[in-house]
């Protein structure tokens, strides 16, 4: 039987790692070794996923729930509370906390759940080729108005973000920058979509039109050349901005409350060492994102930060139902605010989607530190 130690560090792992574990599940994990355990959690793919089949026996309208929010909310709270792939799982909330898209503009959950597994699929693998696809995913270039960033008529609002928001952070680029990264982007938007009637939503599609591309010369970052989207992220990818800002976000959602992200580019992190650490893996492993959770899970860093985070809303409801097994398919759910909204950025570090899930006779609320 495993000791108070390996148990205590084991629960650690699994409440950042995921969303906890039973007293039996950390006694398994336990047994079979931290290490172990930890590349467990990086190989998803090993594990069957949840069966969707019990979520659609109760409510098959979350299939495909359209401009439906319970349906669409339900959707991902039954594979959260319900996933043998935490960490995957949590790795889709931490890229959609990163990547704020919204139903509240795209008004079609068909296409935001579509994005979660596309967090799912590509969230623990090669995040230069995750920016790609996310720029080539509709509900983004609908989010981002890039379906309006034409040759004649640049629109700015994915090139601004992309630089600020989802790579480098403030500071580390000049206006000419967002202008150029736009520039490369003309072009790539949203095919045109069949009629809604009478069958219903089709999927949208990501459709690149070279007569709309801007291929004439551009000057990002210091570089020259005729660039095109991909080309701009791969001058991204080799910027030291990218390594602090994307580690960075790491730290702050598996390891210890960071501030708030607008101040990054005056508040230096809270632990230099651990940062150096995995800015290091990231740089070494081409932006392999297993490799620098890896690096990040494996370290003293990490194992000496318990209790140095206050959960998130979703952490704690998430947490609580897997905890008392109730089972998502058969629960009321109200959304104070959809988990498939932008990120909150709050007082108490709550910077991922803040659900309110109603079980009948039961209400209340806390803050509870992971």
């Known amino acids: 039987m495993a000791d ?46 949840a069966d969707q089949n019990v979520l659609l026996r109760y409510q098959p309208a979350a299939l495909l729930p359209g401009g439906q929010p319970p349906m669409g909310n339900i959707n ?84 601004r973000e992309l ?57 990002f970052l210091g570089h020259k050349g ?14 030291p901005a990218c390594a602090t800002f994307i580690c960075r976000h790491l730290y702050n959602f598996f390891v210890a409350d960071e501030p708030q992200v607008p101040s990054w580019k005056i508040e230096p992190p809270q632990d230099p060492q651990a940062m150096a650490a995995l800015t290091r893996s990231f740089r070494e492993s081409s932006f392999d994102m297993r490799a620098v959770l890896r690096t990040l899970f494996t370290s003293d860093f990490f194992k000496n930060a318990r209790f140095n985070k206050i959960k998130s809303p979703a952490e704690l409801v998430v947490s609580t139902l897997r905890m008392v097994g109730v089972k998502i398919s058969h629960v009321r759910t109200t959304a104070r605010k959809s988990p498939c909204s932008p990120p909150i950025w709050g007082k108490t570090c709550s910077i991922h989607p803040v659900w309110k899930v109603g079980i009948p006779g039961k209400s209340g609320s806390t803050a509870v530190r992971s």
Do not use: C
């Open 76 to 159: 991902w709270m039954f594979h959260l509370v319900n996933t043998k792939r935490p960490l995957q799982e949590k790795m889709a909330l931490f890229w959609h906390h990163v990547f704020a898209t919204g139903n509240s503009k795209v008004d079609n959950y068909d296409q935001l759940l579509e994005q979660i597994d596309l967090f799912r699929d590509k969230g623990m693998r090669n995040y230069r080729e995750l920016l790609v696809a996310l720029a080539q995913n509709p509900a983004m270039i609908y989010w981002l108005d890039n379906q309006e960033n034409h040759k004649r008529a640049v629109n700015e609002n994915w090139g």
């Open 226 to 239: 005729n660039f095109d989207g991909e080309d701009i992220i791969n001058i991204i990818v080799q910027q």
């Open 163 to 219: 630089l600020e928001l989802f790579s480098m952070g403030q500071g580390n680029y000049t206006e000419k920058d967002v202008r150029e990264a736009s520039r490369a982007f003309t072009g790539w938007g949203i095919a045109a979509k069949i009629p809604r009637l009478p069958y219903g939503r089709f999927p949208w599609e990501f459709e690149y039109n070279p007569e709309d591309h801007d291929d004439t010369e551009k000057e």
């Open 4 to 49: 108070s130690h390996d148990i205590g560090l084991m629960a650690h792992l699994m409440r950042r790692a995921g969303f906890g574990a039973s007293r039996e599940e950390l006694e398994m994990r336990a047994a079979k070794g931290y290490n172990a355990t930890v590349e467990e959690l990086l190989h998803p793919e090993e594990s069957e996923p």
